[in-house]
């Protein structure tokens, strides 16, 4: 299954954009049973405007809210269980609040935005959605008490307001959002830094038997663009620049590296530079890096 996969890169993206704007926690447990927020955005106290750059994601984070992106389209049971996520945290925050002797003001309550790829027009009814005037199409509001929406990517417009969540779709909308994604200018803040997120998933989606039409589709759409970035990077700063890749990479891979494996990077040619870009979509953890540059040196 590649759900996990595709749940990890959507957590870990959000984290990415959001992190400027406030409090992000992802997979945040909650009290009763068990159960998971995928993210909990609390914004901060003074909010900058640049928040504008991300379009409706965004608005989104104008306020505390609760996201929960779907990779396949969301159940009318899956939707309940967000919901009810969100009357746990309200729930909390409430008796908190009578804790502290104070008043839980209702801006302090978060919205919460369940994302999924599709959805179709008899799920919204059930949950007697409605349009809100000057928001975007696919939108959809539940009534107000319940401080929700349901964001149907794929009804979404194709404008760059929407690029950061039509990223978060399937098969068409998401590679027409990569392509977008691409030929946004060099100096964007999150062009290079989604870019790597985007990467990182092509590598995890590589190592996995059992891919979907979608994720096969995606793999393809996306190696045209890894391969231009490597040879960009190396052209900009040769050696420099397939060093600053591959670093990039395999923190993504297999998390933070240390000092002395570092020098020992920076130390190979650049043949042994791609020759370790390939290897790494292999590795685990560090000791596979450790083995690997073992090998070079024999």
């Known amino acids: ?73 969301a159940s009318t049971d899956e939707i309940c269980d967000c919901i009810l996520k969100l009357l746990e945290v309200k729930a909390f925050l409430r008796r908190e609040a009578k804790a502290n002797k104070t008043k839980l003001q209702n801006s302090e309550i978060p919205k919460l935005w369940v994302l999924t790829p599709t959805i179709s027009e008899t799920r919204l009814s059930s949950f007697g959605t409605m349009q809100k005037t000057g928001w975007l199409s696919g939108v959809h509001f539940l009534p107000d008490a319940l401080r929700t929406a349901i964001v149907a990517i794929h009804q979404l417009p194709q404008t760059p307001e929407t690029l950061w969540l039509r990223l978060l779709g399937r098969g068409s909308v998401q590679s027409q959002a990569i392509i977008e994604l691409q030929a946004l200018p060099l100096d964007h803040p999150y062009q290079k830094e989604t870019l ?103």
């Not at 901060?44 to 991300?54: E, F, P, T, V």
């Not at 990182?200 to 590589?206: D, F, G, H, I, T």
């Not at 990039?248 to 494996?261: A, F, K, V």
Request: glycine content about 6%; charged content about 30%; hydrophobic content about 40%.
């Open 1 to 73: 299954m590649t759900r996990f996969i595709h749940d990890k890169f959507a957590k870990d993206y959000l984290e990415e954009l959001l992190k400027d704007y406030g409090e992000v926690k992802a997979s945040e447990k909650i009290s009763g049973e068990i159960k998971e927020i995928d993210v909990l955005f609390t914004p901060a106290k003074q909010q900058s405007s640049n928040i504008q750059i991300l379009g409706l994601l965004g608005r989104f984070a104008e306020q505390p809210a609760i996201i929960e992106p779907y990779r396949n389209p």
């Open 196 to 298: 790597e997120l985007v990467y990182n998933l092509r590598e995890n989606l590589r190592v996995n038997q059992e891919l979907e039409a979608d994720d096969r589709e995606l793999i393809m759409r996306l190696e045209p663009l890894y391969q231009r970035d490597r040879e960009q990077a190396i052209q900009e700063g040769n050696k420099q620049g397939e060093q600053r890749l591959v670093l990039r990479l395999l923190n993504r891979r297999i998390g933070e590296i240390d000092t002395s494996l570092i020098e020992r990077i920076q130390g190979l040619s650049i043949e042994q530079l791609e020759n370790l870009g390939e290897a790494l979509l292999d590795f685990a953890s560090v000791a596979d890096l450790e083995t690997w540059l073992n090998q070079q040196s024999i």
